[in-house]
């Protein structure tokens, strides 16, 4: 019989004992998280929120729409016309030619044939028009991959006197810039100042939809007037 009562204080007392470690543990545990939940979202809260702004927020820059050049009675010879092309980016699908989404982009856009760029991107149509940018809106938030993707030229009157007075234009990191001629000679009137944005990027790097912010407008280009008329131009050409 004492032996029974021996073993049975032997185990109460092992049983408290492993209570009291095992509530030992959980107290340390629970008082590492708590330390780490306080250090993380109050010591440190505004270090890893800044780092998580750098990953989500991209910062950049637009172009300014370039000025005119007009003759001396205010004919206009050189202008930029804005076009917007749709391209599909890194498709998850490597058989494009049969993708379901570029068969849904057909409804809208019957003229799409896919124009390979590189390994991972194709230009499905250039210079959509108002009604498709409109029809694609759809697709383009349910598809990341599609991309539509702002173009600007250069126009001159096409006449080959008026062609070489005004010059030609060359393209640094998307920006236009004078490489000859008038657009060469007035470049700094004519090209304007960037305008500066942020945006909030997803995992994939695409922007999210709503959190584009301006932060500095773009300032226009100057309009410039030659002193010369069309007229005369248009008269010297054989």
Same mark, same amino acid.
């Given at each position: 019989?004492?032996?029974?009562?021996?073993?049975? @204080?032997? *185990? *109460?007392?092992?049983?408290?004992?492993?209570?009291?470690?095992l509530?030992?543990?959980?107290?340390?545990?629970?008082? *590492?998280?708590?330390?780490?939940l306080?250090?993380?979202?109050?010591?440190?809260?505004?270090?890893?929120?800044?780092?998580?702004?750098?990953?989500?927020?991209?910062?950049?820059?637009?172009?300014?729409?370039?000025?005119?050049?007009?003759?001396?009675?205010?004919?206009?010879?050189?202008?930029?016309?804005?076009y917007?092309?749709?391209?599909?980016?890194?498709?998850?699908?490597?058989? @494009?030619?049969?993708?379901a989404? @570029?068969?849904?982009?057909?409804?809208?856009?019957?003229?799409?044939?896919?124009?390979?760029?590189?390994?991972?991107?194709?230009?499905?149509?250039?210079?959509?028009?108002?009604?498709?940018?409109?029809?694609?809106?759809?697709?383009?938030?349910?598809?990341?991959?599609?991309?539509?993707?702002?173009?600007e030229?250069?126009?001159?009157?096409?006449?080959?006197?008026?062609?070489?007075?005004?010059?030609?234009i060359?393209?640094? /990191?998307?920006?236009?810039?004078?490489?000859?001629?008038?657009?060469r000679?007035?470049?700094?009137?004519?090209?304007?100042?960037?305008?500066?944005?942020?945006?909030?990027?997803?995992?994939? /790097?695409?922007?999210?939809?709503?959190?584009?912010?301006?932060?500095?407008?773009? @300032?226009?280009?100057?309009?410039?007037?030659?002193?010369?008329?069309?007229?005369?131009?248009?008269?010297?050409?054989?």
């Amino acid at each position: 019989m004492n032996r029974v009562m021996l073993f049975f @204080i032997f *185990m *109460m007392k092992s049983f408290k004992f492993r209570l009291l470690v095992l509530s030992a543990v959980l107290l340390a545990w629970g008082g *590492m998280t708590a330390g780490a939940l306080l250090y993380y979202s109050v010591v440190q809260c505004e270090r890893y929120l800044e780092l998580g702004n750098r990953l989500a927020l991209r910062h950049g820059t637009f172009q300014a729409p370039r000025g005119r050049i007009l003759d001396r009675n205010g004919v206009v010879l050189a202008w930029t016309e804005k076009y917007y092309d749709l391209f599909l980016l890194n498709p998850p699908s490597g058989d @494009i030619a049969n993708d379901a989404m @570029i068969r849904k982009v057909r409804d809208i856009v019957p003229d799409c044939e896919p124009e390979t760029i590189d390994r991972s991107s194709w230009l499905l149509k250039a210079n959509l028009s108002p009604n498709q940018l409109l029809g694609l809106e759809q697709l383009l938030h349910r598809y990341p991959e599609l991309q539509v993707i702002p173009r600007e030229e250069r126009l001159v009157v096409d006449y080959p006197e008026i062609r070489r007075l005004i010059g030609e234009i060359g393209y640094r /990191r998307d920006v236009m810039y004078g490489v000859s001629g008038a657009e060469r000679e007035y470049d700094v009137e004519l090209a304007g100042t960037p305008g500066e944005y942020e945006v909030m990027l997803d995992r994939r /790097r695409n922007w999210i939809t709503g959190t584009w912010k301006l932060l500095v407008p773009a @300032i226009p280009g100057d309009d410039v007037k030659l002193n010369v008329a069309l007229s005369e131009l248009v008269e010297d050409e054989p």
